[in-house]
């Protein structure tokens, strides 16, 4: 009896471990069954060693590899409506998010801890990226540059090498 090669797909994987279990029951060797189901003979060895211990349970799948996710589907959505939001409808003096704003602001509204890289992970998984703001100054008059930037600049470009050398920046 030949089996095809199975593509690693748990479900199969575990199928395989539970067919293999009977030939043990049958008193058939290890080796047999590694050349029957084209595995090594170390992996037969871990599935017997486990099928000894605690029969047919002992080779069931422990389900999904990692650790369950931080945050259900309902709790990410709720995050990322309250991303959305800003951070200053979220109480912050400023409207941008750290990962420490999102990690406090996870664990009062979600009820729900996660570290700074899962925080990272989820924020890039919600579809969301890192963008530093520009730093400017305090001083900043955005009316004076944009003044200086339709009236003094159209002017000093058209009088090119003309211009005074001692022109600057207006205060």
Same mark, same amino acid.
């Given at each position: 009896?030949?089996?095809?090669?199975?593509?690693? %797909?748990? *479900?199969?994987?575990? /199928?395989? *471990?539970?067919?293999? !279990?009977?030939?043990?029951?049958?008193?058939? !060797?290890?080796?047999?069954? $590694?050349?029957?189901? /084209?595995?090594?003979? +170390?992996?037969? =060895? &871990?599935?017997?060693?486990?099928?000894?211990?605690?029969?047919? *349970? @002992?080779?069931?799948?422990?389900?999904?590899?990692?650790?369950?996710?931080?945050?259900? +589907?309902?709790?990410?959505?709720?995050? &990322?409506?309250?991303?959305?939001? @800003?951070?200053?409808?979220?109480?912050?003096?400023?409207?941008?998010?750290?990962?420490?704003?999102?990690?406090?602001?996870?664990?009062?509204?979600?009820?729900?801890?996660? @570290?700074? @890289?899962?925080?990272? *992970?989820?924020?890039?998984?919600?579809?969301? !990226? =890192?963008?530093?703001?520009?730093?400017? $100054?305090?001083?900043?008059?955005? /009316?004076?540059?944009? %003044?200086?930037? #339709?009236?003094?600049?159209?002017?000093?470009? /058209?009088?090119?090498?003309?211009?005074? #050398?001692?022109?600057?920046?207006?205060?």
């Amino acid at each position: 009896m030949k089996h095809p090669i199975i593509k690693r %797909d748990r *479900r199969e994987l575990e /199928k395989r *471990r539970v067919a293999a !279990s009977k030939l043990f029951e049958q008193g058939v !060797s290890q080796a047999a069954v $590694a050349k029957e189901y /084209k595995v090594t003979p +170390a992996a037969v =060895c &871990k599935w017997y060693a486990a099928w000894s211990k605690k029969g047919h *349970r @002992g080779l069931v799948s422990k389900g999904p590899p990692g650790t369950t996710p931080a945050l259900s +589907a309902t709790q990410k959505e709720k995050l &990322k409506h309250l991303l959305l939001r @800003g951070s200053l409808k979220a109480g912050y003096a400023t409207n941008f998010w750290t990962l420490a704003r999102i990690q406090e602001v996870s664990r009062q509204k979600l009820k729900v801890r996660m @570290g700074t @890289g899962t925080v990272w *992970r989820t924020v890039v998984a919600l579809g969301f !990226s =890192c963008q530093k703001p520009e730093k400017q $100054a305090r001083e900043r008059n955005e /009316k004076a540059i944009t %003044d200086w930037k #339709l009236k003094e600049f159209p002017r000093l470009k /058209k009088m090119g090498s003309k211009a005074p #050398l001692s022109v600057g920046v207006p205060r």
